[in-house]
């Protein structure tokens, strides 16, 4: 009797009294059978069951090939950019010597430079590019790098996501093209002076 008091007192509160029910069977019998089933389907879904047994050695052989032909072939791409990053001079010797290039180059500067460096390039708020001051370096791959990743800390912008790099040469083409002329009204020189 103190005992069945003691349960009840144990298995009540606040009015709600608890019963230990067993689990239904069905779900009892279902637990059973994942345990069973588990060390099977572990060994059919490891590495040496289901993901090899569907391929055969021939077309594995032409995936593994296929992903080193892309590597390859991103490598060479990654290359070739280098390549043609570190040899700015040869583009724009020949986009110099080329008036279409050097006209394209125009039309490219009065849409997007002429607010900061000015109609005829004395400067305005960005430096002068016809005096033989440069700020950043006045060699050809200097000014194409320039051109092409800007000068975030003196707000200009990368141009080579907005334009593309054919562009970018184009444009300095045009800039070397203006070497030597006099503008109107000339920004004061900045940077060191290069021949």
Known sequence: MELDKIKDEYHSFDGIQEYDN??????????????????????Y????GFVWRNL?????????S???????????QERLKGVAAKQPEVDLAQRLSDPQAIAKGAEIYKSNCLACHGTDAGGVVG???VDNYYIHGGTS?????????????KGMIAWKPVLGMEK???????????????????????GNIYP
Do not use: C, M
């Open 22 to 43: 067993p689990l239904p069977r069905w779900w009892v019998y279902l637990f059973y059978i994942t345990i069973v089933i588990t060390p099977w389907h572990l060994a």
């Open 45 to 48: 879904f490891s590495a040496k």
């Open 56 to 64: 055969k050695p021939q077309e594995t052989a032409l995936a593994w």
């Open 66 to 76: 296929a992903g080193r032909l892309d590597v390859h072939k991103y490598r060479e």
């Open 127 to 129: 430096p002068n590019l």
């Open 141 to 153: 791959e200097e000014l194409v790098k320039v051109v092409a990743e800007g000068v975030p800390q």
């Open 168 to 190: 970018v040469y184009d444009v300095s083409a045009y800039v070397f093209s203006l070497k030597g002329s006099t503008p109107a009204q000339p920004k004061a020189p900045e």
